[in-house]
């Protein structure tokens, strides 16, 4: 029996962004959903989820306040917020995030911290925390 892949929901404005962290993934044997909008998330919840990587800068709701609803209901799931522009500064902002990327980013960076993030939230899930 193969153990379980696990399930990473990309959430940008941006197609070819999606797109291409969603192959990223993929060839590294996540299962990658797209969403073009934290609205179009929240429709599908959270369930089945064990990461999210979230633009900050999108149109009605941004990555900070879907980081937010997510941690409501899911305190455990990791959270990367992606950006093109410079809310990184706003570290009062930061808590409950798993990271920060900044476009254009390296795959392997994203891959090596997706990695360590579900290794982490794996072993807290083994520890019953």
């Known amino acids: 029996m193969s153990a379980r892949r696990s399930v990473v929901a990309i959430v940008d404005d ?3 962004l999606r797109e291409s962290v969603e192959e990223l993934l993929e060839s ?8 073009a909008s934290a609205r179009s998330l929240l429709v599908s919840g959270f369930a089945g989820l064990d990461l999210l990587i979230t633009d900050i800068g999108m149109p009605d709701m941004d990555g900070f306040d879907l ?14 917020l992606i950006t093109g522009r410079h809310e990184i500064a706003d570290q009062s902002r930061a808590r409950g995030t798993a ?6 980013f390296d795959g ?3 891959l090596a911290a997706v990695e360590a993030a579900l ?3 794996n072993r807290e899930d083994d520890d019953g925390t």
Do not use: M, Q
Not at 67 to 80: Q, T
Not at 99 to 104: E, S
């Open 14 to 16: 941006d197609p070819r």
């Open 28 to 35: 590294a044997g996540y299962v990658a959903r797209s969403y």
């Open 67 to 80: 980081r937010d609803c997510a941690k409501e209901v899911r305190p455990d799931l990791p959270v990367f």
């Open 99 to 104: 990271g920060f990327f900044r476009k254009p």
């Open 108 to 110: 392997n960076a994203l």
């Open 119 to 121: 290794r982490t939230a």
